[in-house]
């Protein structure tokens, strides 16, 4: 077992050498245990219900339906929680021929949640799971003795709620409806795992929110019903025993899941991911708050005893500050030093803003076809801007955080707009202020005032009302297109205001969305793609108190 105070130490020593130790750990788990029999799943009659003809459940512990009779098979496994028996159901993606088998299995066994962490079709349009629910504009699908009615959906950025209601209508049953909550993780990437570990705390957050005491084990699946799944369930209870304990034995659990279903976090990266998860979790704790809690949640983070440092000071000094952790190669050469007005604020290579001289640029360049950022290895021939591509809370580029034009990149500054095909562009500057004279473009542009020197907004809510104003004018709420093509946010050096307002701009996001805000994260993720951003108290402070709409 691993101590919470020894999970990043114990992480450092085995991500070293390309991850060898890591390596050698997870090939030492047994892929399968084969004195386990799989008779039924590879009786003939039952073949056709398995979508992959590897991964097939242990008869000692497979979830059984009750149709009389043989015809009792699903690929389902029950799988046992942080002290819990049956806490889960691991089962592969319904088929098409197995989506009333599905149902039945949600019914008879009293689930009320299921967990789909994957789409329908992935990459190159290769199916991986049927779609087993009805959308919206049908409301209702029949699948036998069972009626699936749609009753609201929610989109978020990495996962899509539904709430439904089943309907068991065969004459076994008295007429009666049970809500089912079904949430699906659509930010797994095609290959590997998540680059942020927060996605997966953030699901199953969302998943635990909608618990019920009395109701049976959370479903859970992918397409085999084994890596993905493995994966939430591995996280889910070992932040469990992390909290009950103080310790956890990720080793030792995820062999206990293979000996519940063989392959149960099929990769190495997806083994590191239930690690990364633990010390995100451990060293970070809960910072989400809903908007209904907030207020009384920031008077206690704001409370002080004494002299000791309040609970907002304590959350502050937990953020990272990312010095360094990624190169700024491009900005801080020779050629490019003079184009920064400040030396301590370059863009980070991965994330600057890649434009040509040539007018075309990227202007007829699809960023749903983008990767999350272009490298500079990928562009050599880019000319240099001081400009960062910033994450909103929709898409991975929806900002861009660039300083002030100076004199002599005026001409770049107007092109990489043209070249993004900006339509918003905010300003948080006074053209002469600091001395540094300015020019103003005069399309599509809210400049805010009301804001002097080193210090904060004078008036607060008139900077809330011009992002109102902005949401409003630029269709930003209900235009996907729209938040696609990024809005260029810039102060003096790109860094101080901008961190605020791109801070304030994500939280309204998530207020307006899911009626919850996570200030500590949003700022954490804006540090990673930008040096300076929100580095005082009060800049946080600002934050926290003005982010509810």
């Known amino acids: 077992p691993i101590y919470a105070e020894g999970l990043v130490e114990a992480y450092v020593s085995k991500i070293a050498d390309e991850s060898r130790l890591f390596m050698d750990e997870f090939q030492s788990i047994p892929r399968i245990f084969s004195n386990y029999t799989i008779k039924e799943a590879k009786k003939q009659d039952n073949q056709s219900k398995n979508r992959y003809v590897d991964i097939l459940p242990y008869d000692y512990n497979r979830v059984t339906l009750s149709a ?44 009320s949640i299921v967990v789909m962490v994957t789409r329908c079709e992935e990459g190159n349009k290769v199916i991986k799971c049927a779609q087993y629910w009805p959308s919206l504009d049908r409301e209702t699908e029949i699948f036998d003795d069972f009626v699936v009615k749609i009753r609201s959906e929610q989109h978020c950025p990495d996962y899509t709620i539904r709430h439904l209601i089943l309907n068991n209508v065969s004459k076994r049953e008295k007429a009666s409806e049970r809500e089912v909550t079904h949430i699906q993780f659509i930010s797994w990437p095609d290959h590997g795992v998540p680059g942020d570990p927060c996605l997966l705390l953030k699901l199953r957050r969302r998943v635990n929110s909608f618990k019920n005491f009395f109701s049976g084990p959370v479903v859970v699946h992918c397409s085999a019903g084994v890596g993905r799944t493995g994966t939430y369930i591995g996280i889910d209870a070992m932040i469990e025993s992390l909290e009950a304990e103080g310790r956890v034995d990720i080793y030792g659990y995820v062999a206990k899941l293979r000996r519940q279903r063989c392959l149960m976090v099929q990769v190495e990266a997806q083994y590191i991911l239930i690690h990364t998860a633990l010390i995100e979790h451990n060293q970070f704790g809960e910072t989400e708050v809903s908007l209904s809690e907030f207020h009384s949640a920031l008077n206690t983070l704001r409370q002080k005893d004494g002299s000791d440092p309040s609970l907002l000071e304590m959350e502050f000094q937990k953020l990272p500050k990312f ?227």
Not at 85 to 102: L, S
Not at 370 to 393: H, K, M, P, Q, V
Request: aromatic residues 12%; proline residues 3%; glycine residues 6%.
């Open 68 to 111: 009389g009779g043989e015809d009792d098979y699903i690929n389902a496994s029950f799988i046992e929680g942080y002290q819990e028996p049956k806490k889960y159901i691991a089962a592969q993606g319904p088929k098409d021929e197995t989506v009333c088998d599905f149902w039945q299995m949600v019914w008879e066994q009293k689930s």
């Open 323 to 549: 010095k360094k952790w990624r190169t700024f190669n491009t900005g801080s050469s020779e050629d490019n030093k003079k184009k920064n007005r400040y030396s301590d604020v370059i863009p980070y290579d991965f994330n600057r803003v890649l434009f040509r001289l040539d007018i075309e640029g990227n202007q007829t360049s699809d960023p749903e076809d983008e990767d999350e950022y272009s490298s500079d290895e990928e562009e050599e021939s880019n000319e240099y801007i001081n400009a960062s591509f910033i994450a909103g809370y929709w898409c991975h580029k929806s900002l861009i955080a660039a300083q002030g034009p100076l004199p002599n990149s005026m001409a770049e500054f107007l092109l990489m707009l043209y070249q993004q095909q900006t339509k918003t562009l905010v300003m948080l500057t006074d053209c002469q202020e600091d001395g540094n004279k300015t020019d103003v473009l005069e399309v599509d542009q809210y400049q805010f005032l009301k804001w002097k020197g080193r210090g904060l907004p004078e008036n607060a809510q008139e900077l809330i009302e011009m992002i109102r104003v902005i949401r409003e004018n630029g269709n930003y709420d209900n235009s996907r297109m729209n938040r696609n093509i990024p809005m260029v946010v810039h102060c003096n050096n790109g860094s101080s205001r901008t961190g605020i307002f791109c801070a304030l701009w994500n939280l309204l996001d998530s207020a307006y969305t899911e009626k919850l805000v996570d200030v500590f994260h949003v700022v954490k993720n804006l540090r990673k793609e930008r040096q300076r951003i929100v580095e005082t108290i009060v800049s946080s402070c600002f934050v926290y108190k003005n982010n509810i709409p």
